[in-house]
């Protein structure tokens, strides 16, 4: 659909940007944290890990200051759960309470939106052991973590965000650091995790409304819209499967309150449905969310099983093999131009994706991940030239812009990345930020902050509330 005249961006309109505690923190066993799955899980070899990652755990003053100046109204972060409770439940950690509140206090000093996300990946290594999300303490572990920090941030924070992206953490937990814990049946047990992680975001969404009825809660998975690789009925079918099994599977409990008939239907098929408890369904449908995050990066294309191995492909997205004999195989989209990391860049699919959530749910959306992963250079004088980022996200920015013409109700967008930081199994040359961060793979040299091409650009995108978004020269 063409529209006449877009709608302006809403004059409240949280332009943001997003991080997550592991990925630029740092400080890894500074101050009583406790190791995370992230921390012990076997790293890729040839990429930096992320003991120092951004060193914003230091420099998070800094890191706030230049946030505040490209006119960021939000910024969504992550809370590492075990600088919380090291861990995972048991002794809290003060020093972990002290930190967190130095940084929303400095966040909101600037007059920024903070954005909090619960849990993002690094689940404590002290519960993985205990058998990880397989168990069901850890959604009792998860609540009491939820109820702490509504206790402690609650008086500062409005948006909370619950677990970042479960449906990678199960399709693909083991590029994340949470994998299986049963070898007999590895996927059921992964179903098992992913409803045990169902309970504990319903919970921690009664317990939101119960403590901050000020506040909003909602879930932030990554929505990918799923093409049928041809016109033919049995791929639309195929994309149709994928689609709920990728997507809906988690909105439709998070929102609904119980599972997206075909998820169901290939659970029961494969041999993979979860126990549930008495109390779960009643809590499922009592817990509401108040909107919905969405972290987009591109789209996925399938088409029919051919119900043997050949179905698992590499597609677009590297870090996805998509596929699964029996339901859906896995394609390449040929219309579509890749990053230097070879994913699909599909502006076209926000719009779908924005609408198709919207849709679906009715929910206000805040876009919490969306963004370009480069190789960017530092120049001799002192500049970062990423016109490459801002291309990308200014397509991304017109077809968001589109999608509210649609009349999708999308109340934020929070890039990825605000400032440069380790990318989750691809290092730190995979860059993200509007701010870049001077240090290599396994040199940290001066970790100094530079601002980006895009930091300028972005700047007159918030200043301007959308509407000016032509390039501008660096200096
Ligand atoms: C999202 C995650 O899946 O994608 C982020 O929430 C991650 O943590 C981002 O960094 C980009 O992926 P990658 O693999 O390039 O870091």
């Keep these: ?263 169901w239907a290939y659970l029961e098929n494969k041999g993979y449905t979860p126990e549930m408890l008495s109390g779960d369904e009643d809590l499922l449908q009592r817990a509401l969310p108040d909107f919905i995050a969405v972290n987009y990066y591109t789209s996925q294309t399938v088409a029919e099983s051919r119900g043997d191995e050949s179905d698992y492909s590499h597609t677009g997205d590297q870090h996805e093999t998509v596929g699964e004999p029996g339901a859906y195989r896995g394609a390449v989209n040929p219309n579509l131009p890749k990053t230097d990391f070879g994913w699909e860049i599909d502006p076209v699919g926000f719009r779908t994706v924005l609408r198709e959530v919207y849709n679906r749910y009715h929910l206000p959306i805040i876009v919490t991940e969306n963004g370009l992963g480069a190789f960017d250079k530092l120049e001799n004088d002192e500049t970062v030239r990423d016109p490459y980022r801002i291309e990308f996200l200014d397509k991304h920015i017109t077809h968001m812009q589109e999608a509210i013409s649609d009349g999708v109700d999308v109340i934020g967008y929070c890039p990825w990345a605000a400032i440069d930081l380790i990318s989750t199994h691809q290092g730190c040359s995979k860059r993200y930020g509007f701010i870049y961060v001077n240090r290599e ?3 940290l040299k001066d970790l100094r902050r530079i601002r980006k091409q895009s930091f300028y650009w972005y700047q007159k995108v918030i200043r301007t509330n959308g509407a000016v978004r032509e390039y501008i020269s660096l200096k």
């Design 1 to 263: 659909m063409m529209h006449n005249k877009l709608k302006p961006f809403p004059s409240n309109f949280l332009w943001g940007a997003s991080t997550s505690a592991y990925q630029t923190e740092g400080a890894w066993q500074e101050e009583g944290k406790g190791l995370s799955v992230i921390d012990v899980a076997n790293h890729v070899e040839g990429v930096a890990d992320f003991t120092v990652a951004s060193d914003h755990y230091h420099r998070y003053k800094e890191d706030i200051a230049l946030m505040a100046e490209m006119g960021l109204k939000a910024y969504r972060f992550s809370v590492a759960w075990t600088r919380i409770f090291p861990e995972g439940d048991g002794d809290l950690n003060e020093q972990g309470i002290a930190f967190y509140n130095r940084l929303i206090n400095e966040i909101i000093s600037y007059g920024m939106e903070p954005i909090l996300t619960m849990y993002h990946f690094d689940l404590p290594q002290a519960l993985e052991e205990r058998g990880g999300w397989s168990n069901r303490d850890t959604v009792k572990a998860f609540s009491t973590y939820a109820e702490t920090l509504f206790h402690f941030f609650g008086d500062r924070v409005f948006y909370w965000l619950t677990i970042n992206e479960q449906n990678m953490i199960i399709l693909h937990g083991e590029s994340i650091g949470t994998s299986s814990q049963s070898e007999k049946n590895p996927q059921k047990d992964l179903y098992q995790q992913n409803h045990h992680m169902l309970i504990a975001q319903a919970e921690a969404m009664v317990i939101c409304h119960e403590q901050l009825p000020e506040a909003k809660i909602g879930p932030a998975p990554n929505i990918a819209p799923i093409y049928p690789a041809t016109s033919k009925p049995e791929d639309v079918l195929a994309a149709d499967t994928y689609a709920s099994i990728r997507n809906w599977l988690y909105l439709d409990v998070a929102v609904h309150g119980h599972y997206h008939p075909t998820a």
């Design 441 to 443: 793979e396994f040199d």
